[in-house]
């Protein structure tokens, strides 16, 4: 018998939807791991989002064996961030579940640059 992968792509996620290509976006980066596009409603001159391929509904249900692929998600966004030429800086945020303002429910990272981001956030 086949065994499921722990985490199947999970058919009513906005972002396993575009991962798949089932919904349009703007791929500024893909690699083995992970895709980025910029965000639909952006909080800054370059506000991207950086998604692992697959579906992780959010840090909270990160376990040890996804460390690495959380890595590759960190390594892109300094990637990206370079190709973006954000030299003065940027922030990478992760909204995890309602307090922490998650909305979309497939783990991501937003790299927000081209202004001067306040301390603390909102
Ligand atoms: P969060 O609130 O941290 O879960 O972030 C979800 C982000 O996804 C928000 O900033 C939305 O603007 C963004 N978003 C929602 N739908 C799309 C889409 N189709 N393409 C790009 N970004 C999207
Ligand atoms: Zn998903």
Known sequence: MKTQPSHP???????CKIVAGDIPANRVYEDEFCIGFPDINPQAPTHLLIIPRQHIASTAKAEAEHSALLGSLMSAAAKIARAEK?????RIVVNTGEDG????????????????MNWPPG
């Open 86 to 90: 954000l030299s003065k800086g940027y």
């Open 9 to 15: 792509a999970s058919s009513d996620c906005l972002f």
């Open 101 to 116: 303002g998650q909305t979309v429910n497939h783990l991501h990272l937003h790299l927000l640059g081209g202004r001067h």
